[in-house]
């Protein structure tokens, strides 16, 4: 999402944009996204000073770090950030903020619940789906 600094109004500007995961390289081995990322922004300056306040929604779908099974995570955020802009600046690109906000908020061992019981280290069989005949030692 990039904006012209030169044309926000005095009241403000409000912008909606559906940017895909792909162009903010989001995706990962583990991460990836069931559609683009829907980004609602209320951006206003004051002299040389531009603030936006963003709020972001996306579904994410992850690998559970214990059963291997996917699950949706729902990615929901409220960002501001402020950028001092001057004469010779034109544009401003939220992309790299809005990518790093995203990324910060990865967990680092996605798991589909917390209760998640895993996998049997001996048959590999799902324990979240009922026990196993194997005798673990």
Known sequence: MKIDVNKIPSEGLVLEEN??????????????FRGPLHVRAKVSKITNAVTAELNLDAVMYAECGRCLNSFDIAVEKDLKFNYHVDKSQQFIDFNPDIREEIIMGYPINPLCNPDCKGLCPKCGKNLNEGGCSCAIT
């Not at 940017?19 to 990836?32: H, Q, V, Y």
């Open 19 to 32: 940017i895909p995961a792909s162009e903010l390289d989001l995706e990962t081995d583990i991460f990836k």
